[in-house]
Antibody, heavy 117, light 107 residues
Framework: EVQLVESGGGLVQPGRSLKLSCAAS????????MAWVRQAPTKGLEWVATISYDGSSTYYRDSVKGRFTISRDNAKSTLYLQMDSLRSEDTATYYC??????????WGQGVMVTVSS | DIQMTQSPASLSASLEEIVTITCQASQNIGNWLAWYQQKPGKSPQLLIY???SLADGVPSRFSGSRSGTQYSLKISRLQVEDIGIYYC?????????FGGGTKLELK
């Protein structure tokens, strides 16, 4: 059974940093691209970043480019999202998702990030 | 960015009723369209990909179709377990974008 378990969320002040992790199991992690998708409170879904199966390629939405870094450790079957210079508009539930080519076929349960002073 | 305009924003329907949700793409995305279902308090689940293909385990009462740049999700006979929010997503080009969602409730 595919499982994706996010961790590392919490309350952080504007301008500070936070690092999210996503532990994967139930599939060969190194064979799949992975992504982060977020959902602001009572809002819709927003793609944040994507990384290729081997970590060689990364893609970001413009609003997080230069502030967020997606990475992975295939030996540990873990996906990461380093979030720097956080803003109030980054407040959201962050989901880790497995990529089936360009689709999100499995999602984690999500982790809440609140950016507030 | 490709805009995905989803309608209606909310929908109230009776059990066994036919339900249709639409998504209008701002430009040609071919068949690079997926639908997701998010049940209350849960994470989204892939429902349909490639405009018409059902994901594993999805009941056959769900179907997808396309007319030009307008995409539709149809539930042929609404069941209690279908309640939730539905999102379309274009996978034609980055940034991948989602529709605003359709909240489906029971009448």
């Amino acid at each position: 059974e595919v499982q994706l378990v996010e961790s590392g969320g919490g309350l952080v002040q504007p301008g500070r940093s936070l690092k999210l992790s996503c532990a994967a199991s139930g599939f060969t992690f190194s064979n799949y691209g992975m992504a982060w998708v977020r959902q602001a409170p009572t809002k819709g879904l927003e793609w944040v970043a994507t990384i290729s199966y081997d970590g060689s390629s990364t893609y970001y939405r413009d609003s997080v480019k230069g502030r967020f870094t997606i990475s992975r450790d295939n030996a540990k079957s873990t996906l990461y999202l380093q979030m720097d210079s956080l803003r109030s508009e980054d407040t959201a539930t962050y989901y880790c998702a497995r990529l089936l080519y360009v689709l999100f076929d499995y999602w984690g349960q999500g982790v809440m990030v609140t950016v507030s002073s | 960015d490709i805009q995905m305009t989803q309608s209606p924003a909310s929908l109230s329907a009776s059990l066994e009723e036919i339900v249709t949700i639409t998504c209008q793409a701002s430009q040609n995305i071919g068949n690079w369209l997926a639908w997701y279902q998010q049940k209350p308090g849960k994470s989204p689940q892939l429902l349909i990909y490639g405009t018409t293909s059902l994901a594993d385990g999805v009941p056959s009462r769900f179907s997808g179709s396309r007319s030009g740049t307008q995409y539709s999700l149809k539930i042929s006979r609404l069941q209690v377990e279908d309640i939730g929010i539905y999102y379309c997503q274009q996978a034609s080009s980055t940034p991948w974008t989602f529709g605003g969602g359709t909240k489906l409730e029971l009448k």
